[in-house]
């Protein structure tokens, strides 16, 4: 059985840093895309960032809210997220993701979430 445990929130200052971390456990064949994604009081889950491709060298996508201000990073079977001039407005659940091929198949998986508090 393949698990994603997050870790690495918390709260921090305006303007602060935090650095995400998501590593899957279990035997894993192919890590195809690994990402963040958030959820906010009222709001639907989005996409923060993802890295797509892992096979072929991958490819990272980002929300136009965080370009510039968050970088994505990866290892085997386990993602980050390097969260720079936080603002209030990142203020969420951060979850991981992943979609792998494993014993089972192919499948597609949930963290269970790390808040993200950002407040003076």
């Known amino acids: 059985q393949v698990q994603l445990v997050e870790s690495g929130g918390g709260l921090v200052q305006p303007e602060g840093s935090l650095r995400l971390s998501c590593a899957a456990s279990?035997?894993?064949?192919?890590?195809?895309?690994m990402g963040w994604y958030r959820q906010a009081p009222g709001k639907q889950r989005e996409l923060v960032a993802r890295?797509?491709?892992?096979?072929?060298?991958?490819t990272t996508d980002y929300a136009d809210s965080v370009k510039g201000r968050f970088t994505i990073s990866s290892a085997e079977n386990a993602v980050y997220l390097q969260m720079n001039s936080l603002k209030p407005g990142d203020t969420a659940v951060y979850y991981c993701?992943?979609?792998?091929?494993?014993?089972?198949?192919?499948?597609?998986?949930w963290g269970q979430g790390t808040q993200v508090t950002v407040s003076s």
């Open positions: 993701n992943a979609h792998f091929r494993a014993t089972m198949g192919v499948a597609n998986i």
């Open positions: 279990g035997t894993i064949f192919v890590m195809y895309e």
């Open positions: 890295i797509t491709s892992m096979p072929l060298g991958g």
